[in-house]
């Protein structure tokens, strides 16, 4: 099998040959996976291999060569590496065989590739590969055609499990790759048995991808006319396109329902959802004619409530300011008593700030103010009061709104649109009161804002107080407030000391005496529980991991990945060489350092909810943080934000939020892979980027969600030059929206716009990013290399 497997190898690849060096002796390659001259690492290793070849197989260096040809995108090399690698019965024997059959599989080899996965299963059936190589072999089956011998290893697996494990059931990828090689040899009864199974059997709140192929193989079959399924079969289709935002094919079974099953129990959420489905398109005058129907064909229907809301929304966007005032009109009208009144109070201001005309929107606040007393909705009301003016640079009246905002119980926070917090509030009041000139009450106001690791109302306010500092007109009162500190950091007990220094980094700028502030706040915090020690997984310790775990292939094989850098493939041959021993070392720290940092943020993020929140940023650098903020997929990251000009800490700032780094997560809103994109955007960029025949599942390829992300933010900062507030609300609530809050503040400082992000969801988002890219930017450098502590 050994010379046929090489064979095929040589047939599919055109290796080529490496070019005549002088020999010279071996050097070290320890942590050489790590490094950025893949180049002049993969020079070292041929010049290695020309020395010594028996050293070099020994020390499993045609594995680490065969590692790095991949990252440098040269298959041939890496093939031929990892066919040598393979031919030894060790640790990395599995390895070597799974990436071959993966670089044949792209190649188009597929009888090459089912060759290496059998000789896979079958040498190392216990192996970590192993179970992906099964997997892998049965999709190779079907791509190739092969579907006789696809629905033998399904049903294979079907009998495996068992009559006595009914529960135990193969995965559902699985069953409908079964149903479709049943379709591929004519056994349609069976093959629509499972289809219809995987539908009934699915979530149907968040179907899956499994459900949207399933119906988009039935709606494909040429034995099943559209107009002959019954209404709850367009319903139950209509909403998993749906959901998966494939509005065009939603449409067309909702609009079976309105057209020939009128009086359907679900005949007015059929028409709402074809409206919904145009909203989310943005086209509003399609969407407002399907809101309008639902208004008038069903208004005792509760959905009847959602298309008059929705109506409002549409004909603000088109700039029918009459028209959306008359809805929210009607919605008051007819349900006074409504838990969601209070949006057809507040939305017509912002309906009337859009048109330029403030005098009414400040009269429509006022008035839903007055209405909601006492309610959440009257601090929304107050809320927008204090932006408006904030947007026409009325200062005082600003100051009175915040003022009065302040006296609130429930300021909404995150949990409604248009909400706000204490520290946005207060911030907001620093930000006003420096305007007006009253330094030494706006220091006080921004020192009230907590700063730390999650704040990023405390970041703001902290870098307002910089910026005071380097001033002349506020250099007095930042003088005096300064010297305050100083007085309280030099006296009290040593909590006191404690927040008068942190408060006195907020305000200096002088580096000397920046670090010397900073060395008194470690030597305090290292006295102060709850600040003396940053919390951490347990860390990986080598000796105890390889020296103390015996002599077995997979351990040596693990150290060898290890030294080489090759941290996540090692976690998972010490993870099976420690399967049965109780005092297993931790693993979380290499996790943490590769490209499964998932698993380490996963375990690391829990011990640090403990952690005070206005421990001090610039003290949050040590190892322990890279735990919480740990930087995957690092070169690709590198590669594609340096070719589009953007920093790649914002990109993983966001990569963190939208996935913590998870390559294969799915939202609830259809978002797919690292950076979540949805199936309307991620088609926009492959169109931008030339790529032909893409599909939504190759967003979950950890390259192409990066690519996706990098050229999307790229655009997007092209709209909002030098903004990257704007680009992260951009990302979740979209670049229209931005422009329309943009407008709404009448600048272009993020110190006035954040606070008009009316999506609460977007608003909370745009502040977690940009914590993340603040602590990014903290540890790392552009390049992504730690920075010195």
Same mark, same amino acid.
């Given at each position: 099998?050994?010379?046929?497997?090489?064979?095929?190898?040589?047939?599919?690849?055109?290796?080529?040959?490496?070019?005549?060096?002088?020999?010279?002796?071996?050097?070290?390659?320890?942590?050489?996976?790590?490094?950025?001259?893949?180049?002049?690492?993969?020079?070292?290793?041929?010049?290695?291999?020309?020395?010594?070849?028996?050293?070099?197989?020994?020390?499993?260096?045609?594995?680490?060569?065969?590692?790095?040809?991949?990252?440098?995108?040269?298959?041939?090399?890496?093939?031929?590496?990892?066919?040598?690698?393979?031919?030894?019965?060790?640790?990395?024997?599995?390895?070597?065989?799974?990436?071959?059959?993966?670089?044949?599989?792209?190649?188009?080899?597929?009888?090459?590739?089912?060759?290496?996965?059998?000789?896979?299963?079958?040498?190392?059936?216990?192996?970590?590969?192993?179970?992906?190589?099964?997997?892998?072999?049965?999709?190779?089956?079907?791509?190739?055609?092969?579907?006789?011998?696809?629905?033998?290893?399904?049903?294979?697996?079907?009998?495996?499990?068992?009559?006595?494990?009914?529960?135990?059931?193969?995965?559902?990828?699985?069953?409908?790759?079964?149903?479709?090689?049943?379709?591929?040899?004519?056994?349609?009864?069976?093959?629509?048995?499972?289809?219809?199974?995987?539908?009934?059997?699915?979530?149907?709140?968040?179907?899956?991808?499994?459900?949207?192929?399933?119906?988009?193989?039935?709606?494909?079959?040429?034995?099943?006319?559209?107009?002959?399924?019954?209404?709850?079969?367009?319903?139950?289709?209509?909403?998993?396109?749906?959901?998966?935002?494939?509005?065009?094919?939603?449409?067309?079974?909702?609009?079976?329902?309105?057209?020939?099953?009128?009086?359907?129990?679900?005949?007015?959420?059929?028409?709402?959802?074809?409206?919904? @489905?145009?909203?989310?398109?943005?086209?509003?005058?399609?969407?407002?004619?399907?809101? +309008?129907?639902?208004?008038?064909?069903?208004?005792?229907?509760?959905?009847?409530?959602?298309?008059?809301?929705?109506?409002?929304?549409?004909?603000?966007?088109?700039?029918?300011?009459?028209?959306?005032?008359?809805?929210?009109?009607?919605?008051?009208?007819?349900?006074?008593?409504?838990?969601?009144?209070?949006?057809?109070?507040?939305?017509?201001?912002?309906?009337?700030?859009?048109?330029?005309?403030?005098?009414?929107?400040?009269?429509?606040?006022?008035?839903?103010?007055?209405?909601?007393?006492?309610?959440?909705?009257?601090?929304?009301?107050?809320?927008?009061?204090?932006?408006?003016?904030?947007?026409?640079?009325?200062?005082?009246?600003?100051?009175?709104?915040?003022?009065?905002?302040?006296?609130?119980?429930?300021?909404?926070?995150?949990? %409604?649109?248009?909400?706000?917090?204490?520290? +946005?509030?207060?911030?907001?009041?620093?930000?006003?009161?420096?305007?007006?000139?009253?330094?030494?009450?706006?220091?006080?106001?921004?020192?009230?804002?907590?700063?730390?690791?999650?704040?990023?109302?405390?970041?703001?306010?902290?870098?307002?107080?910089?910026?005071?500092?380097?001033?002349?007109?506020?250099?007095?009162?930042?003088?005096?407030?300064?010297?305050?500190?100083?007085?309280?950091?030099?006296?009290?007990?040593?909590?006191?000391?404690?927040?008068?220094?942190?408060?006195?980094?907020?305000?200096?700028?002088?580096?000397?005496?920046?670090?010397?502030?900073?060395?008194?706040?470690?030597?305090?915090?290292?006295?102060?529980?709850?600040?003396?020690?940053?919390?951490?997984?347990?860390?990986?310790?080598?000796?105890?991991?390889?020296?103390?775990?015996?002599?077995?292939?997979?351990?040596?094989?693990?150290?060898?990945?290890?030294?080489?850098?090759?941290?996540?493939?090692?976690?998972?041959?010490?993870?099976?060489?420690?399967?049965?021993?109780?005092?297993?070392?931790?693993?979380?720290?290499?996790?943490?350092?590769?490209?499964?940092?998932?698993?380490?943020?996963?375990?690391?993020?829990?011990?640090?909810?403990?952690?005070?929140?206005?421990?001090?940023?610039?003290?949050?650098?040590?190892? +322990?943080?890279?735990?919480?903020?740990?930087?995957?997929?690092?070169?690709?990251? %590198?590669?594609?934000?340096?070719?589009?000009?953007?920093?790649?800490?914002?990109?993983?700032?966001?990569?963190?939020?939208?996935?913590?780094?998870?390559?294969?997560?799915?939202?609830?809103?259809?978002?797919?892979?690292?950076?979540?994109?949805?199936?309307?955007?991620?088609?926009?960029?492959?169109?931008?980027?030339?790529?032909?025949?893409?599909?939504?599942?190759?967003?979950?390829?950890? @390259?192409?969600?990066?690519?996706?992300?990098?050229?999307?933010?790229?655009?997007?900062?092209?709209?909002?030059?030098?903004?990257?507030?704007?680009?992260?609300?951009?990302?979740?609530?979209?670049?229209?929206?931005?422009?329309?809050?943009?407008?709404?503040?009448?600048?272009?400082?993020?110190?006035?716009?954040?606070?008009?992000?009316?999506?609460?969801?977007?608003?909370?988002?745009?502040?977690?990013?940009?914590?993340?890219?603040?602590?990014?930017?903290?540890?790392?450098?552009?390049?992504?290399?730690?920075?010195?502590?």
């Amino acid at each position: 099998m050994r010379f046929l497997v090489s064979a095929i190898i040589i047939l599919t690849l055109s290796t080529g040959t490496l070019s005549a060096q002088s020999p010279a002796p071996p050097v070290p390659f320890s942590n050489a996976f790590l490094r950025d001259d893949l180049a002049a690492v993969l020079s070292e290793l041929r010049l290695a291999e020309m020395s010594d070849p028996a050293a070099f197989a020994a020390a499993d260096l045609d594995y680490l060569a065969a590692k790095m040809s991949l990252e440098t995108g040269d298959h041939a090399a890496a093939a031929a590496y990892f066919l040598k690698a393979s031919a030894r019965p060790d640790g990395l024997g599995g390895f070597s065989l799974f990436h071959l059959a993966g670089v044949l599989r792209a190649s188009g080899g597929f009888l090459p590739e089912r060759v290496l996965l059998e000789e896979l299963t079958l040498y190392y059936p216990k192996g970590f590969a192993a179970e992906a190589a099964g997997r892998r072999n049965t999709e190779n089956f079907f791509e190739s055609g092969d579907h006789l011998s696809t629905i033998r290893r399904i049903e294979s697996l079907d009998r495996a499990a068992g009559p006595a494990n009914a529960a135990i059931d193969t995965s559902r990828p699985d069953r409908l790759m079964l149903a479709r090689s049943l379709d591929a040899i004519n056994e349609k009864a069976r093959s629509r048995q499972i289809i219809d199974e995987l539908i009934r059997t699915d979530d149907p709140a968040e179907p899956d991808d499994v459900s949207l192929e399933a119906v988009r193989i039935l709606d494909a079959s040429s034995g099943e006319s559209v107009s002959e399924l019954l209404p709850a079969d367009h319903m139950a289709r209509g909403r998993i396109y749906q959901f998966n935002r494939d509005f065009v094919a939603a449409r067309r079974h909702f609009l079976e329902i309105v057209n020939s099953h009128s009086g359907f129990d679900s005949a007015a959420e059929a028409t709402y959802l074809i409206g919904r @489905g145009y909203a989310l398109e943005r086209n509003f005058p399609d969407a407002m004619d399907w809101f +309008e129907r639902v208004a008038e064909q069903y208004p005792m229907d509760p959905i009847a409530k959602d298309a008059l809301l929705q109506l409002g929304s549409a004909y603000a966007r088109v700039g029918k300011a009459r028209e959306s005032v008359a809805r929210y009109s009607r919605y008051i009208d007819s349900y006074p008593e409504d838990e969601r009144l209070d949006r057809a109070y507040l939305n017509p201001v912002d309906v009337a700030r859009d048109l330029g005309t403030d005098v009414e929107a400040l009269r429509r606040a006022a008035t839903a103010a007055e209405k909601f007393r006492g309610k959440t909705a009257e601090a929304q009301a107050v809320f927008a009061e204090a932006r408006i003016h904030i947007s026409l640079a009325d200062w005082p009246k600003a100051l009175d709104a915040l003022d009065r905002l302040l006296q609130l119980n429930d300021l909404g926070g995150s949990r %409604v649109p248009g909400g706000t917090t204490r520290d +946005e509030v207060s911030f907001l009041r620093g930000f006003v009161l420096e305007q007006i000139g009253r330094f030494p009450e706006a220091i006080d106001t921004f020192l009230g804002v907590p700063d730390g690791r999650n704040s990023y109302y405390g970041w703001r306010a902290t870098e307002r107080l910089q910026e005071l500092g380097d001033s002349t007109v506020a250099a007095e009162a930042i003088s005096v407030a300064a010297a305050r500190l100083r007085t309280e950091a030099a006296a009290g007990d040593s909590e006191r000391q404690r927040k008068a220094l942190q408060a006195l980094l907020r305000i200096i700028t002088n580096e000397g005496e920046r670090n010397s502030v900073l060395a008194r706040l470690r030597e305090i915090y290292s006295r102060t529980p709850g600040y003396s020690q940053l919390p951490s997984p347990e860390p990986f310790t080598p000796a105890r991991a390889f020296d103390e775990m015996g002599e077995a292939p997979c351990i040596a094989a693990a150290r060898r990945l290890y030294d080489f850098g090759i941290y996540d493939e090692a976690s998972f041959l010490l993870s099976e060489g420690n399967a049965d021993v109780k005092d297993a070392p931790s693993l979380t720290e290499l996790f943490a350092k590769s490209d499964l940092a998932f698993i380490g943020v996963r375990a690391a993020e829990p011990l640090w909810k403990p952690l005070p929140a206005d421990f001090y940023p610039e003290l949050l650098v040590g190892d +322990e943080a890279r735990y919480v903020y740990p930087v995957p997929f690092r070169r690709r990251l %590198v590669v594609e934000a340096g070719e589009r000009n953007i920093d790649p800490r914002l990109l993983l700032s966001i990569m963190r939020q939208e996935s913590r780094f998870r390559p294969d997560v799915k939202s609830s809103a259809a978002a797919r892979g690292l950076m979540q994109f949805i199936p309307s955007t991620s088609r926009d960029i492959a169109r931008e980027l030339a790529i032909t025949n893409f599909s939504d599942e190759h967003l979950f390829d950890a @390259g192409t969600a990066i690519l996706f992300g990098s050229q999307y933010v790229s655009g997007l900062f092209r709209q909002f030059p030098n903004q990257p507030e704007a680009v992260a609300a951009s990302y979740n609530g979209g670049e229209d929206n931005m422009q329309r809050w943009l407008t709404r503040s009448k600048a272009q400082s993020p110190d006035r716009y954040v606070s008009e992000i009316a999506f609460a969801q977007t608003k909370e988002y745009v502040l977690k990013v940009m914590s993340n890219y603040r602590m990014y930017q903290l540890l790392y450098d552009e390049q992504l290399r730690p920075r010195s502590q």
